[in-house]
Nanobody, 114 residues
Framework: QVQLAESGGGLVQPGGSLRLSCAASGSIFSLLVMGWYRQAPGKHRELVARITKGGTTNYADSVKGRFTISRDNSKNTVHLQMNNLEPEDTAVYYC????????WGQGTQVTVSS
């Protein structure tokens, strides 16, 4: 079993920045890919960014150039630096980890509004 604990959400004005963090605990040796998904009201959950254990990254087109995902394997954490935030980025952000199974965090709210 793997537990994921997220932090860093909140309210920010358009153009602002936030940094999300996710700490993994439990059977972490099996984690191959970690990432962030988001779900806005009335919409499906979508991939934001993910990173492999070796550091290969993938981003949704809508966040390329604005968001950066990073991973600290020694601390079993993954971060999402979000810059130049837009109202369309408003959503609940979920940490995800893939190993022998898929694991999800509880979600953290990000609201971009003036």
């Amino acid at each position: 079993q793997v537990q994921l604990a997220e932090s860093g959400g909140g309210l920010v004005q358009p153009g602002g920045s936030l940094r999300l963090s996710c700490a993994a605990s439990g059977s972490i040796f099996s984690l191959l890919v970690m990432g962030w998904y988001r779900q806005a009201p009335g919409k499906h959950r979508e991939l934001v960014a993910r990173i492999t254990k070796g550091g290969t990254t993938n981003y949704a087109d809508s966040v390329k150039g604005r968001f950066t995902i990073s991973r600290d394997n020694s601390k079993n954490t993954v971060h999402l630096q979000m810059n130049n935030l837009e109202p369309e980025d408003t959503a609940v952000y979920y940490c995800n980890a893939l190993g022998s199974a898929a694991y999800w965090g509880q979600g953290t709210q990000v609201t971009v509004s003036s």
